[in-house]
């Protein structure tokens, strides 16, 4: 398979080796004949005029600018992304895509298809690794957490073409340089994904099962991105109901 994982080390409960464990637990089940994927967002390399958790004060802003470093795919930590997909990115052959805030990083025999070609722009949309996982027919493991870290029904909400596009900017390297750059992304909300999730598997197939302490699911990443973008413009309008 082709899978996309979302994970909590919390959720999964005690496991001797940690996430090293997890970690290659799931590469032997994939084998290198398959391809890994995790999320690796690092959304604190951006402006800090966006930020809410926290905020910072007005008068930091033009320093924030000044002294944050340049997003490197191979320093650049995870942001609130959990101790498993931190130390995914650090794995020996797991390549990790250059967009600042929204990277993803993959093992196996289409990580280079999936990473390569991750444009700035609309980072979770039609050039990112989420459509390249759909190109592939991949498939989505959600170990123990919900739709709301669901990040490829983001590449829905891209689909569904009713949400707002706001600008961002994070420092990035050009030639060696370190520069400013801003670039478009839509206004995601992730607010809706339990409520889509719910509705998604009353009329699709999940198999549902426990790892660990962990209750957890897996499906088809194109069946979710397609009822996402089917589903959301209606619900984000205040719909009470998914069919």
Not at 39 to 53: C, F, G, L, R, Y
Not at 60 to 75: N, Q
Request: aromatic residues 8%; contains cysteine; hydrophobic residues 35%.
């Amino acid at each position: 398979m082709t899978v996309i994982v979302h994970t909590s080390m919390s959720s999964l409960g005690w496991v001797c080796g940690g996430s090293i464990a997890v970690i290659q637990a799931l590469q032997d089940v994939v084998t290198s004949k398959g391809t890994l994927v995790m999320p690796t967002h690092s959304a604190n390399v951006s402006d800090p005029i966006k930020w809410e958790n926290p905020p910072v004060p007005k008068s930091w802003w033009s320093t924030i600018r000044e002294e944050m470093p340049a997003f490197d795919p191979e320093l650049t930590p995870t942001f609130l992304m959990g101790c498993i997909a931190e130390a995914f990115r650090t794995f020996p052959d797991v390549k990790r895509s250059h967009h600042p805030t929204h990277s993803f990083a993959a093992w196996g025999k289409h990580r280079d298809t999936i990473v390569n070609e991750h444009s700035l722009n609309n980072g979770l949309g039609e050039k990112s690794p989420l459509a390249m996982v759909y190109k592939l027919n991949g498939y989505v493991l959600l170990l123990g957490v919900g739709y709301d870290n669901n990040t490829s029904m983001h590449l829905g909400e891209h689909r569904s073409k009713c949400l707002d596009t706001i600008t961002n900017a994070s420092p990035i390297l050009e030639k060696g340089e370190r520069v400013w750059k801003n670039y478009e992304e839509l206004d995601y909300n992730d607010e809706m994904f339990p409520k889509i999730g719910e509705a998604f598997e009353g009329a699709n197939r999940v198999n549902i099962g426990m790892v660990g302490s962990a209750e957890s699911r897996l499906m088809s990443q194109p069946a979710i991105v397609d009822f996402t973008a089917e589903h959301i413009c209606r619900y984000s309008k205040g719909y009470s109901g998914l069919t």
